[in-house]
């Protein structure tokens, strides 16, 4: 069974940080591409940031030089380490694993961005 959890969600002032981990089981970590994604109240899904198996990356411009995707294929994990938080970061992250044929979701966790 695929199982696809994420944690370090909270609440966290304006300017502050949050560290997202997604821990992977069921599957074989290497193959697939990781991302999250966030929605927030009355939004849509949107990518967030990924990395594929060879360890590109990639961001959605709002976020660039804030967030910082990364794997460790031995742990099965993949973090987002999120740096000058905004309000406007207040959503449900969410993690995806994804190849040509499968894709996976975590339930989310959910950040808040407020004073």
């Known amino acids: 069974q695929v199982q696809l959890v994420e944690s370090g969600g909270g609440l966290v002032q304006p300017g502050g940080s949050l560290r997202l981990s997604c821990l992977v089981s069921g599957l074989t970590f290497t193959n697939y591409k990781m991302s999250w994604y966030r929605q927030g109240p009355g939004k849509q899904r949107d990518m967030v940031a990924s990395i594929d198996s060879s360890y590109f990356v990639t961001y959605t411009e709002s976020v660039r030089g804030r967030f910082t995707i990364s794997r460790d294929n031995a742990k099965k994990t993949t973090d987002l380490q999120m740096d000058s938080l905004k309000p406007e970061d207040t959503a449900r992250y969410f993690c995806?694993?994804?190849?040509?044929?499968?894709?996976?979701w975590g339930q989310g966790t959910q950040v808040t961005v407020s004073s």
């Open positions: 995806r694993a994804e190849t040509i044929l499968r894709n996976y």
